[in-house]
């Protein structure tokens, strides 16, 4: 049992330094190996005409705004998605272009705002990863000088391998669960760049 | 490291409640799910022209035609076809998809190892070897049959390779053990080793053979390797997460990509010194989103393409002045580009759009975009 926890805490160590190797300085916190870039910008996903008020004026318009919120919900699929798109924008081409310049302004502040906060809840939970590791580095030292001392407490030497066993086991999940939400900043740049292309295609 | 991590994402948890992550986080999104959703069906309209005096020799019907409208036998015999056949790694999907530059279309995906990356035709068009680093090791495909037929020796997580002129020695960069392997490729036989910088990661060799180059993410370094004594005998600082190296044909330069830096370090390979930088700039996007990546020169050596990543687009640079002079929206996450034998078309690979561009060198125009597997890394186009 000490062994193990012994093995462990090194095993955490290294997870620690690794995730402490942050290449970019200017995100210190940032834990996923893809780049940081905070927020998604228009020209990288847009090459339609320039959206003027719609960028305001989404917000007013009932049909506009309930339609951004059920296309950018990850649970509605892409093909029922296009689909919607394609019903909503019919019409004459300037109303087609209207309606389009909306919906791709409402879209692109939803889905950056979700974005923004998946990023900041990973940072959040960087930090927080880190605290844990200094905790476990400090609790396997004073474990260390108990299990050396004489006489040995084996109450207290049983009662702190429990904890880090315990706490180790919260680090290491916390730890996958990271990588898998590093995915999500990147699935929702995907569904916006996809959306953004078939109202461009209908807009033509 | 990589553009992605993936590798036991399948089997993980979904994120437990009350992490705090924001309503952008739903448990019921899939790794599957969002493969599902990535597919958008390739735009077949914008087929190039077919050029003046060409043969598609694969075509039956076109070359039928061609011989009707030209009594000269001997004018088809001279003039060169143009079809060519593209290989791209799908990091995420564990495949190869094979384009016919002809008809622009995928006409084979094949099954690899776990997590391909770096790919290259042999030297004799015969093989492509890909690097699939969770199998650590580097899969040989038979070009003819489009099966894997044999794997080479790299060492653990192999991401990039370079293969000296003759296509004798290939150079593997191994992620996992800051180590390079040296390969016999017609023995396909380990060499030997040599120790680099933390994390190797772009791989290129001088026109003459006689300098390797190697970058290394974490240190921050472009490493000058002599390739006959196997030392390192320079080793130059550039900017942040140095990602790509490619040498002017006339060895003059090397450009080095810095994907967190955004930038190209320009290097004097004789004198190991950084001479000049390109910088890039886009009116409406983040500076972050600017991370150069592949490099692709022209063989007169007038013209650069860089890849930015997520900035989806490709920088067009002007060699003698080092300044963009365009910039060309593509898929979304451009990473590496292969140029067409001839020239006239370069393919480059966008991660997260799952696709590959095609773009008119001459016209500087994208043309075409093909949709391939998950995550598509690297590219080679048979000699």
Avoid at chain 2, 115 to 126: Q, S, Y
Wanted: net charge negative; with cysteine; charged share 25%.
């Amino acid at each position: 049992m000490k062994v193990r926890v012994l093995a462990t805490a090194v095993l955490v160590l290294a997870a620690a330094s690794t995730a402490a190797r942050a290449a970019d300085p200017r995100y210190p916190d940032w834990p996923c190996t893809q780049a940081k870039v905070p927020e998604i910008s228009l020209a990288a996903v847009w090459a339609g005409p320039a959206l003027g008020d719609a960028e305001t004026k989404w917000r007013d318009d009932a049909k506009v705004s309930a339609l951004v919120s059920k296309l950018a919900a990850r649970k509605t699929p892409l093909d029922e998605a296009e689909k919607s798109v394609k019903e909503f924008l019919t019409g004459s081409a300037a109303d087609k272009a209207t309606n389009a310049k909306l919906l791709f302004a409402g879209l692109f502040d939803t889905l950056n705002a979700q974005r923004s906060q998946v990023m900041l809840g990973l940072e959040r939970v960087s930090r927080k990863q880190r605290d844990a590791a200094d905790k476990i580095r400090e609790e396997t030292l004073q474990l260390q000088a108990l299990q050396g001392a004489t006489p040995r407490d084996e109450a207290k030497v049983e009662a702190l391998s429990n904890e880090l066993i315990w706490k180790t086991r919260i680090f290491e999940d916390r730890h996958k669960v990271v990588r898998f939400v590093c995915e999500v900043p990147t699935s929702i740049d995907q569904r916006l760049f996809a959306l953004g292309r078939v109202i461009q295609q209908e807009m033509e | 490291m990589s553009s992605s991590d993936h590798r036991d994402n399948a089997a993980l948890p979904p994120p437990p409640a009350g992490e705090g992550w924001g309503e952008g986080v739903s448990t019921s999104d899939t790794p599957q799910e969002e493969r599902a959703l990535s597919r958008i069906a390739s735009d077949d309209a914008i087929r190039p022209p077919p050029q003046a005096g060409e043969v598609k020799t694969a075509r039956g019907q076109t070359l039928r035609k061609l011989v009707t409208a030209l009594p000269v036998a001997i004018t088809l015999a001279a003039a060169p076809a143009h079809a060519f056949i593209a290989y791209v790694s799908n990091e995420k999907s564990n495949t190869v998809s094979v384009i016919d530059t002809d008809s622009w279309t995928v006409t084979k995906t094949i099954k690899v190892g776990q997590r391909p990356r770096g790919i290259d035709f042999t030297r004799d068009g015969k093989f492509v070897m890909v690097a699939v680093g969770d199998d650590d090791t580097i899969q040989v495909i038979d070009a003819k049959t489009q099966a894997v037929v044999d794997s080479l020796p790299s060492g653990p997580d192999p991401e990039l390779f370079a293969q000296d002129a003759a296509g004798k020695v290939l150079y593997v960069a191994n992620e996992n053990d800051n180590t390079v392997t040296v390969i016999d490729l017609e023995k396909r036989a380990r060499l030997g080793d040599i120790q680099v910088g933390v994390e190797p990661e772009g791989m290129t060799i001088s026109p003459d053979g006689k300098t390797l180059i190697n970058t290394s993410e974490t240190t921050n370094m472009a490493h000058f390797i002599d390739t006959s004594s196997r030392q390192i005998v320079a080793n130059v600082l550039v900017d942040a997460r140095p990602r790509f190296a490619e040498f002017k044909h006339d060895s003059s330069e090397v450009w080095v990509s810095s994907e967190i830096g955004g930038t190209v370090s320009v290097i004097d390979p004789n004198k190991h010194e950084v001479i000049g930088k390109v910088t890039f700039e886009i009116p409406g996007l983040r500076k972050e989103a600017i991370q150069p990546v592949g490099i692709g020169m022209t063989k007169d050596d007038k013209t650069a393409f860089v890849a930015l990543g997520p900035a989806n687009r490709i920088a067009v640079v002007d060699v003698a002045s080092r300044k963009v002079t365009k910039y060309l929206l593509v898929g979304q996450r451009v990473w590496h580009m292969a140029f067409t034998p001839d020239e006239k078309y370069l393919l480059s690979t966008n991660g997260v759009s799952n696709d590959v561009s095609v773009i008119d060198v001459a016209a500087q125009k994208v043309i075409k975009t093909i949709q391939v597997g998950e995550l598509p890394w690297g590219i080679t186009i048979a000699p």
